[in-house]
């Protein structure tokens, strides 16, 4: 028999033979000084600069790194207590192999969604994560080795973490099993082949690490504080089926050494067994196996529908050739409404749909459809309305074969042609309202019930009515100003990953993930006052410019356990808000026009900053200040708020194009209201203008853009 440390320093002994060997044959055909960047990252080869603290930007570069994780972590040299510790080794040896692709072509498995292998992970990516993570909607990770040893037992497994939410990453033969299975595969089902090979683990582990850099503002090289952020905050396990070669051995030490337990079943020489390490030879009974080991409690909701039900399917695409029916705001009446109801004029768990049902329409066909959710509740206030009206979205979402986007009258459904073969009706849509809102809201909410509209007549009806309180709200909210309120609300969900960060969500800037805004954050705070949205009172007004307070100030020291000690709302240059990491946009200072440049999440190009969004993105976060940077929701930018200490939104000078489109009519009612401007928006360059500092002043000035009668930001 071999013993096991035997087995991880054989594995990554062969790990790094082959890094040894590829890597030579690259430098050699390309040269050392041949570029190496992995792409869409600020962060190099992120497991590189997390345990070397190195920034690898040539193959030279990575080869002198190569020679420093064979001499940290040559298996021979350790010592048995860290054995698991040559996992890291083996991981950083790992992301020199899949580096040196990389350094071939920028896409060595293809490009976009449909790619063959996912491979690197972009930073957009994992900053995806952040808010899914701190909510719960994911509660963890899974990494699954395999060939399973059928297509269906491989199916199964992965169809039983999505829909208890869990974040799949395959590597191997697992994935050509899935494929053949038909599964839907990518990022935003949460299901990503990562690679054929073992080393591709290297990707999975380099999101891991940037986790720890983006949301906990761990500091390159320091590998302890690596250990302890992954062993604490990142839920993650691996599961691996048998037969488990040495070298993936040595991947699953490195798991346990980051605190990441591995189950298996593969039981051959296998000694002595480390507590993470677990051997469980029924694979059926691995996911409640993996869930303990891992400590991960999973909240179901029981809902009454005939598919899966998860937030996994949030991101699920239902193309015209896999639908049913389409439901369209845009081309006839269609609306959703939630209205509050007094406790005798609601029978909870009622759900009527009056009209015909979905299974009525020709496949394929074009439909309209209302909903009307009539809630009832002691805690229940006309404010939160909205908060639940917003809901709808999501919770339509998570079922599998049923895609929603938009809100209110512009509201666009899809089911597919399998829910519908599945059973799915128009009632199930009513069944998902009750059970989420009824669950999510147990505080407010005493009673539910959902009226479906089909006819034509009644929808006509029905949204002029309809039409009526969406503009009343509209003006409700529009008098929601912070100087018309009492009380700001702090949001602390990021904690769990950034363990210093603190939002102060006003009814003018929402907090920085786009999520939360101060309705929503009132209803949360109503459900639990002691929870994640907290009171802040704004009684001591010491700058009112700035947006400083004393009761503000003193909340975000309790909040952030004295991290941080003052924070101004209004201010990007003074003590700004600090940034989690699950930003939507980021905005920074451009120098030479005095104005700011604000890029989306969703955007890879450059900046005239000389800086994509991930790079921009990466100065600021772990609930660190960063004057001159600032993490933000989409929403904040057309608020009479933003940066209102430096000018306001005149500050704008460039925006990606599709976000220009976004935030363009409220942007430009703003501008008009703060500066008597028309159409702003024209005025603020794009990608499709310029990517250059210099070209952008020409632009700026051939448009008259206000920020040139600002005074200078710094002085
Ligand atoms: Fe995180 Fe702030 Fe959003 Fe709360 S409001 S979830 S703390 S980013
Ligand atoms: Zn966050």
Redesign the pocket.
């Known amino acids: 028999m071999k013993l096991l440390f035997n087995r991880v320093f054989d594995g990554a002994d062969e790990m790094l033979a082959m890094a040894e060997k590829t890597l030579n044959e690259t430098v050699k055909e390309l040269g050392e000084g041949a570029p190496l960047a992995m792409p869409n990252t600020a962060y190099f080869l992120a497991n590189h600069l997390a345990y070397l603290g190195k920034q690898v930007k040539t193959l030279g570069d990575l080869k002198a790194c190569f020679e420093e994780t064979k001499a940290q972590w040559n298996p021979r040299n350790q010592r048995l207590a860290d054995a698991f510790k040559t996992g890291f080794g083996t991981v950083l040896a790992g992301e020199v192999v899949e580096a040196c692709k990389y350094a071939r072509s920028p896409t060595p498995y293809g490009e976009g969604d449909n790619r063959e292998y996912w491979g690197h992970m972009s930073d957009a990516e994992v900053r995806e994560l952040?808010?899914p993570l701190?909510?719960g909607d994911i509660p963890g990770f899974v990494v699954i080795i395999g060939p399973a040893p059928t297509d269906e037992e491989a199916a199964e497994l992965i169809k039983g973490y999505q829909s208890r939410a869990i974040f799949v990453f395959l590597i191997g033969g697992v994935i050509d099993q899935a494929k053949r299975m038909n599964l839907n595969m990518n990022f935003s089902v949460r299901v990503v082949p990562v690679g054929p090979d073992l080393w591709h683990v290297a990707h999975i582990i380099s999101v891991v690490n940037r986790a720890a850099m983006i949301f906990g503002n761990v500091q390159p090289g320091d590998q302890e504080e690596f250990d302890d952020y992954t062993f604490k905050r990142i839920r993650a396990f691996v599961n691996a089926y048998d037969p488990v070669p040495d070298l993936t051995v040595a991947y699953g030490g490195g798991a346990i050494a980051m605190g990441f337990p591995v189950i298996t079943n593969s039981t051959k020489d296998v000694w002595p067994v480390p507590k993470s390490l677990i051997i469980q030879k029924d694979t059926k009974d691995w996911i409640e196996t993996s869930l303990e080991a891992r400590d991960i409690k999973i909240k179901v909701t029981k809902v009454d529908i005939p598919v899966a039900f998860s937030t996994a399917f949030e991101g699920e695409i239902i193309r015209r050739a896999d639908m049913h029916i389409d439901i369209d705001g845009s081309k006839g009446n269609c609306f959703e409404w939630v209205d509050t109801k007094e406790a005798n004029e609601v029978e909870d768990h009622k759900i009527e749909l009056i009209g015909p049902d979905i299974d009525t329409v020709a496949e394929g066909s074009r439909s309209i459809m209302g909903f009307v959710v009539e809630i009832a509740g002691k805690n229940m206030q006309k404010d939160f309305e909205p908060v639940f009206e917003r809901r709808i979205h999501h919770y339509l979402n998570y079922a599998e074969g049923v895609m929603h986007t938009g809100q209110r009258d512009l509201i666009r459904i899809r089911v597919s042609k399998a829910a519908l073969a599945a059973g799915f009706r128009a009632k199930h849509f009513g069944e998902i309202l009750y059970a989420k809102l009824k669950s999510d809201y147990e505080a407010i909410i005493d009673k539910v019930q959902v009226k479906i509209y089909t006819k034509p007549e009644d929808l006509e009806r029905l949204k002029a009515e309809v039409n009526k309180v969406y503009l009343a709200r509209d003006d409700r909210l529009k008098s929601l100003t912070d100087e018309s309120v009492d009380v700001f609300y702090?949001?602390?969900?990021?904690?769990s990953f950034?363990p210093a960060?603190?939002?102060v969500?006003t009814p003018e800037r929402?907090?920085?993930?786009?999520?939360?805004s101060w309705l929503d954050?009132k209803a949360t705070n109503e459900i639990d006052p002691n929870g994640?949205?907290q009171i802040v009172t704004k009684e001591r007004v010491v700058d009112e410019r700035l947006g400083i307070w004393e009761d503000v100030n003193e909340a975000v020291q309790t909040a952030s356990h004295g991290s941080l000690e003052s924070v101004t709302l209004y201010s990007i240059l003074v003590d700004p808000m600090t940034?989690?990491g699950?930003?939507e946009c980021i905005c920074g200072i451009e120098t030479t026009t005095n104005g700011v440049v604000i890029v989306n999440r969703e955007h890879s190009g450059m900046t005239p900053l000389g800086m994509t969004f991930s790079e921009m993105a990466s100065m600021t976060g772990g609930g660190v200040q960063t004057p001159g940077f600032m993490?933000h929701?989409k929403q904040f930018i057309s608020s009479k708020k933003f940066m209102a200490a430096e000018g306001g939104p005149a500050r704008i000078v460039w925006m990606p194009k599709l976000l220009k489109e976004f935030v363009g009519a409220k942007l430009n009612a703003t501008a008009k209201e703060l500066y008597g401007i028309d159409n702003y928006v024209d005025k603020i360059a794009d990608e499709t203008i310029t990517e250059d500092a210099e070209k952008l002043v020409e632009f700026l000035t051939e448009k008259e853009h206000p920020v040139l009668q600002l005074e200078p930001l710094m002085s």
């Open positions: 952040g808010v701190v909510t702090n949001c602390i969900l990021c904690q950034s960060h603190v939002c969500v929402l907090g920085l993930c786009g999520a939360v954050a994640s949205c940034s989690c699950c930003f993490g929701g």
